[in-house]
């Protein structure tokens, strides 16, 4: 979801807002906030706790997001996320769901549009580059995030399904899937984190290689972090868009 159409549901329930910090790539705060941060994450030191980060303000009360409002929303929960789409008439996709919709109908290769990383020497989708996580050279244009439509689309028409953000889904966390749901699973009944998909501006394959079509991860449902964000799904299209008659895509089934 982008920032500006997140702002038109003017939210009480940020988890952020309630917690007080959300948690923020130290690279990306100011000096001025830094100075005042004394711990980090100890298995994952560049992430920093900032007093008052949330989807307003990404970076701590020093940022904003006047440049940014066609770039994801991030610092929303798993929770705070189920929110917004109730609201909205819609809900997560589940993991199964997003795969299908990430892979655009490329079942076998590593990302939506092959198996190399860039795609006739232009990068795809906005990630890491250069040394993690100390330098972020941003040799594909964007340190941070970026607009959802910065890169091309995949084979269904989806935009920013990989990097930028990570993007939350419905369904609970478990390290293998059981074979016996085939047919539009939903994953397990209950488990502790959830499972969030895509990768973000920070994966680079030195240390996280999860922004392949096939690959995940997983947070707490109060989780909050200046590379997740979500998107919308619904069971029925809404008011006013139709679907695309012998298009492109349909043809190729
Ligand atoms: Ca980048
Ligand atoms: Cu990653």
């Excluded at 690279?27 to 980060?53: F, L, Y």
């Excluded at 972020?136 to 399904?161: H, I, Q, R, S």
Aim: hydrophobic residues 30%; proline residues 6%.
């Amino acid at each position: 979801f982008i920032n500006k159409k997140f702002k038109l549901c003017i939210t009480d329930f940020i988890e952020a807002e309630k917690f007080g910090d959300s948690f923020v790539l130290e690279s990306r705060v100011s000096k001025e906030i830094q100075k005042n941060i004394h711990q980090a994450v100890a298995a994952a030191p560049w992430w920093v706790p900032v007093k008052g980060a949330y989807w307003r303000n990404p970076e701590g009360p020093d940022s904003n997001l006047t440049d940014r409002m066609d770039h994801p929303v991030l610092h929303v929960s798993w929770n705070d996320a189920v929110e917004f789409c109730k609201w909205a008439n819609k809900r997560l996709p589940t993991e199964a769901e997003f795969e299908y919709a990430m892979k655009g109908g490329s079942d076998d290769t590593l990302y939506p549009w092959g198996n190399k990383l860039k795609k006739g020497g232009k990068f795809m989708a906005n990630l890491w580059q250069g040394n993690f996580p100390v330098k972020n050279t941003a040799k594909d244009g964007y340190e941070g995030t970026c607009p959802v439509t910065a890169f091309p689309p995949n084979g269904y028409g989806l935009y920013n399904m990989v990097g930028n953000a990570w993007e939350w889904t419905a369904d609970w966390w478990t390290i293998r899937h059981t074979k016996d749901f085939q047919d539009n699973p939903t994953g397990p009944l209950t488990g502790k984190d959830k499972v969030k998909k895509g990768g973000s501006y920070m994966c680079h394959k030195s240390y996280c290689y999860r922004y392949r079509s096939a690959a995940r991860s997983q947070n707490s449902p109060d989780t909050t972090a200046s590379n997740l964000g979500f998107r919308c799904a619904a069971d029925s299209l809404p008011e006013g868009v139709k679907l695309l008659k012998n298009s492109k895509n349909e043809n190729k089934r």
